[in-house]
């Protein structure tokens, strides 16, 4: 199956198709693209399936009339051979539609979810600003789901449709009353069931926002269980959920009243035609415009027809999960990265000086550095200037979420009116984009160099990093790139034995989701061994130390300059230890560098300074003299 996984390559690999996400209607139009010659290879089989189930009511009819009521046994002997080759048929295609069909169903489903890794990949770190982990979450998974539901309740209505066009014209053949009987009873389902199909799409949407906000609040109690049992937490939050829970169960209910409805008239109708087809084939009978074996057939076709229109009843409610599934995946595929690609990257020379333009600071390539403030914000937002990366309350986009007082037209300008305003602001940040960054690099502006060069050759591990599920090793070295001795040196310098320790088999024990099993301290010295095994060119460490006792912040302290030497590193920290051991010391105050030097000349001479590092400015001028000599 070479189509198995689906090769996405959309959002990363400049030049490759994207989904087309100017409405939900033309992104499910492209997920049938997607599938290629395979849906059109379904719709074919699919086809060969019913087609053959047709001619079984004329062929029982045929055998009746020709060999039951003519007593002609060879003729009955006939029949029922052709009737069986049909059977034949229909059960061999019916076997390879399945197989088509479940293939279909998996390259839709799996399709949405690279799909979305993709789009995260791409957007990075905006993507959580702009859309709750949950809504992603579901996009990822249920949505996907459904749109592969939809790949195979659309070849299989296509198919049954040309089976009933088949029908009809057998039907009319012989009967023009039956014939236009069975034309009629299509379109008025359609007539009927439409006025509750508006109603019903509106209830899913409703409960697959509240399903997504729902899987959010699960995310974060897991993400933060630890913290909330800390603080008592527990009971509030499980109450914040349970209340989720019943507002989801509460939509759902609502739209299930609507589905019901919806099956109803499908159920309603399919009987009564069967019904009223009975009733008008006895008729024919008795007036002589029918034969006996021609009203078996009837009845016949009339138990047949029910499945596909069933199979439209259910192709109505496919439809319109998938189209609220589509919109949400649209709200979330449709973003575009604040980043542009400059029209002529310039090369990135880590190997020379770096300066903020933000807060005047620069940066000595080789060397450690240390930053230093009063509002760690300051700091933080320096590093996020260093790596590119966009400022915390920026990148948000206008929510996709309508509510739910709003219905028909209302809810239609009050979408079209967001979705303008996405636009607007998603045009706003690629304006933005295309504006210097104000970090260079040897002179060169980050915003002329490729994206994916800065985060290779600049890496920015902050105080919210991500540890996966799986080994020790594969969490320190994803890639595979380093000799054990490469690991091993960079596990002594996080001082990180006891994360080692504390996992049965070593490299190759288990780690949990977000490192659950570890302490505070054991997943910060893991993200910081992960941070100096990637080895980049320029290294930004913010708060590395700040879980940890003084006695470990010592070691790291002294073994970090020795690991990084001849490398640029910038550490945002306050911790003396540290800094004792910085080649140079940057004092930021509102923001702004004020002071450099090292970290005993700043203690000496600087109050700014000593009030953030001694955590008091007006101390003792002996012991501010001992603490500078001892950092000498």
């Given at each position: 199956?070479?189509?198995?996984?689906?090769?996405?390559?959309?959002?990363?690999?400049?030049?490759?198709?994207?989904?087309?996400?100017?409405?939900?209607?033309?992104f499910?139009?492209?997920?049938?693209?997607?599938n290629?010659?395979?849906?059109?290879?379904?719709?074919?089989?699919?086809?060969?399936?019913?087609v053959?189930?047709?001619?079984g009511?004329?062929?029982?009819?045929?055998?009746?009339?020709?060999?039951?009521?003519?007593g002609?046994?060879?003729?009955t002997?006939q029949?029922?051979?052709?009737?069986?080759?049909?059977?034949?048929?229909?059960?061999?295609?019916?076997?390879?539609?399945?197989?088509?069909?479940?293939?279909?169903?998996?390259?839709?489903?799996?399709?949405?979810?690279?799909?979305?890794?993709r789009?995260?990949?791409?957007?990075?770190?905006?993507?959580?600003?702009?859309?709750p982990?949950?809504?992603?979450?579901?996009?990822?998974?249920?949505?996907?789901?459904?749109?592969?539901?939809?790949?195979?309740?659309?070849?299989?209505?296509?198919?049954?449709?040309?089976?009933?066009?088949?029908?009809?014209?057998?039907?009319?053949?012989t009967?023009?009353?039956?014939?236009?009987?069975?034309?009629?009873?299509?379109?008025?389902?359609?007539?009927?069931?439409?006025?509750?199909?508006?109603?019903?799409?509106?209830?899913?949407g409703?409960?697959?926002?509240?399903?997504?906000?729902?899987t959010?609040?699960?995310?974060?109690?897991?993400?933060?269980?630890?913290?909330?049992?800390?603080?008592?937490?527990?009971?509030?939050?499980?109450?914040n959920?349970?209340?989720?829970?019943?507002?989801?169960?509460?939509s759902?209910?609502?739209?299930?009243?609507?589905?019901?409805?919806?099956?109803?008239?499908?159920?309603?109708?399919?009987?009564?035609?069967v019904?009223?087809?009975?009733?008008?084939?006895?008729?024919?009978?008795?007036?002589?415009?029918?034969?006996?074996?021609q009203?078996?057939?009837?009845?016949?076709?009339?138990?047949?027809?029910?499945?596909?229109?069933?199979?439209?009843?259910?192709?109505?409610?496919?439809?319109?999960r998938?189209?609220?599934s589509?919109?949400?995946?649209?709200?979330?595929?449709?973003q575009?990265?604040?980043?542009?690609?400059?029209?002529?990257?310039?090369?990135?020379?880590?190997?020379?000086?770096?300066?903020?333009?933000?807060?005047g600071?620069?940066?000595?390539?080789?060397?450690?550095?240390?930053?230093?403030?009063?509002?760690?914000?300051?700091?933080?937002?320096l590093?996020?200037?260093?790596?590119?990366?966009?400022?915390?309350?920026?990148?948000?986009?206008?929510?996709?979420?309508?509510?739910?007082?709003?219905?028909?037209?209302?809810?239609k300008?009050?979408?079209?009116?967001?979705a303008?305003?996405?636009?607007?602001?998603?045009?706003?940040?690629?304006?933005?984009?295309?504006?210097?960054?104000?970090?260079?690099?040897?002179?060169?502006?980050?915003?002329?160099?490729?994206?994916?060069?800065?985060?290779?050759r600049?890496?920015?591990?902050?105080?919210?990093?991500?540890v996966?599920?799986?080994?020790?090793?594969?969490?320190?070295?994803?890639l595979?790139?380093?000799?054990?001795?490469?690991?091993?040196?960079a596990?002594?310098?996080?001082?990180?034995?006891?994360?080692?320790?504390?996992?049965?088999?070593?490299?190759?024990?288990?780690?949990?989701e977000?490192?659950?099993?570890?302490?505070?301290?054991?997943?910060?010295?893991?993200?910081?061994?992960?941070?100096?095994?990637?080895?980049?060119?320029?290294?930004v460490?913010?708060?590395?130390?700040?879980?940890?006792?003084?006695?470990?912040?010592?070691?790291?302290?002294?073994?970090?300059?020795?690991?990084?030497?001849?490398?640029?590193?910038?550490?945002?920290?306050?911790?003396?230890?540290?800094?004792h051991?910085?080649?140079?010391?940057?004092?930021?105050?509102?923001?702004?560098?004020?002071?450099?030097?090292?970290?005993?000349?700043?203690?000496?001479d600087?109050?700014?300074?000593?009030?953030?590092?001694?955590?008091?400015?007006?101390?003792?001028?002996?012991?501010?003299?001992?603490?500078?000599?001892?950092?000498?």
């Open positions: 199956m070479r189509d198995f996984p689906p090769p996405i390559r959309a959002y990363t690999d400049r030049g490759a198709e994207a989904p087309d996400t100017r409405s939900p209607r033309a499910l139009w492209w997920m049938v693209r997607q290629g010659g395979l849906f059109w290879a379904g719709l074919l089989v699919a086809i060969i399936w019913m053959p189930q047709t001619v009511p004329w062929i029982v009819g045929r055998a009746i009339d020709t060999g039951i009521v003519a002609d046994p060879s003729a002997l029949w029922v051979l052709v009737l069986g080759a049909v059977t034949l048929v229909g059960a061999c295609s019916g076997i390879l539609f399945h197989t088509v069909i479940v293939r279909e169903w998996l390259i839709a489903l799996y399709g949405t979810t690279k799909l979305v890794t789009k995260a990949l791409q957007l990075g770190h905006v993507l959580t600003r702009r859309t982990t949950g809504e992603v979450l579901s996009v990822s998974g249920s949505d996907g789901d459904q749109f592969g539901a939809l790949m195979e309740i659309s070849t299989r209505a296509i198919s049954q449709l040309a089976a009933y066009l088949v029908v009809a014209a057998i039907v009319l053949s009967s023009v009353r039956m014939g236009v009987l069975v034309l009629v009873s299509a379109p008025l389902l359609v007539v009927l069931g439409t006025p509750l199909l508006r109603p019903m799409q509106r209830w899913q409703v409960e697959r926002s509240r399903n997504s906000e729902l959010s609040m699960a995310t974060d109690i897991v993400g933060g269980l630890r913290i909330l049992r800390g603080i008592g937490g527990e009971e509030t939050f499980g109450g959920y349970a209340g989720q829970s019943q507002r989801v169960r509460q759902g209910v609502s739209a299930g009243r609507w589905l019901a409805a919806v099956e109803s008239v499908g159920v309603l109708l399919s009987g009564g035609f019904v009223a087809l009975m009733w008008l084939g006895t008729r024919e009978v008795a007036q002589g415009r029918l034969t006996v074996g009203l078996v057939s009837f009845l016949g076709y009339g138990l047949f027809l029910v499945q596909p229109m069933r199979t439209f009843v259910e192709f109505a409610q496919k439809w319109t998938s189209v609220v589509a919109r949400k995946a649209v709200a979330v595929l449709s575009r990265p604040p980043w542009v690609h400059p029209d002529e990257p310039a090369d990135l020379d880590t190997g020379a000086e770096i300066v903020d333009g933000t807060s600071a620069t940066i000595r390539p080789g060397i450690l550095t240390m930053v230093v403030s009063a509002v760690p914000d300051d700091s933080a937002a590093a996020d200037r260093l790596g590119r990366y966009l400022p915390s309350d920026e990148g948000a986009l206008v929510s996709d979420e309508i509510p739910e007082e709003l219905k028909g037209r209302a809810a300008r009050e979408r079209s009116a967001r303008r305003a996405r636009e607007e602001q998603a045009r706003r940040d690629e304006e933005r984009a295309r504006q210097p960054w104000g970090v260079t690099v040897g002179g060169v502006d980050l915003s002329r160099v490729e994206l994916d060069e800065v985060r290779r600049v890496l920015v591990s902050d105080t919210s990093p991500q996966f599920a799986g080994t020790l090793r594969s969490a320190v070295d994803p595979g790139r380093l000799t054990r001795e490469q690991a091993e040196r596990l002594h310098t996080a001082a990180a034995d006891d994360v080692f320790d504390a996992l049965p088999g070593g490299w190759q024990g288990e780690l949990e977000r490192g659950r099993g570890l302490s505070g301290g054991q997943r910060q010295r893991l993200v910081l061994m992960r941070a100096l095994a990637a080895d980049p060119d320029v290294l460490l913010v708060e590395p130390t700040s879980a940890v006792d003084a006695h470990t912040e010592a070691r790291i302290a002294s073994r970090l300059g020795e690991h990084r030497a001849g490398r640029t590193t910038v550490v945002m920290t306050a911790s003396p230890l540290l800094l051991h910085a080649d140079e010391v940057i004092l930021l105050e509102g923001g702004v560098a004020t002071a450099h030097g090292r970290h005993a000349d700043l203690l000496a600087s109050p700014a300074y000593r009030s953030v590092v001694v955590r008091g400015g007006d101390a003792d001028p002996s012991v501010l003299s001992h603490l500078a000599e001892e950092s000498r």
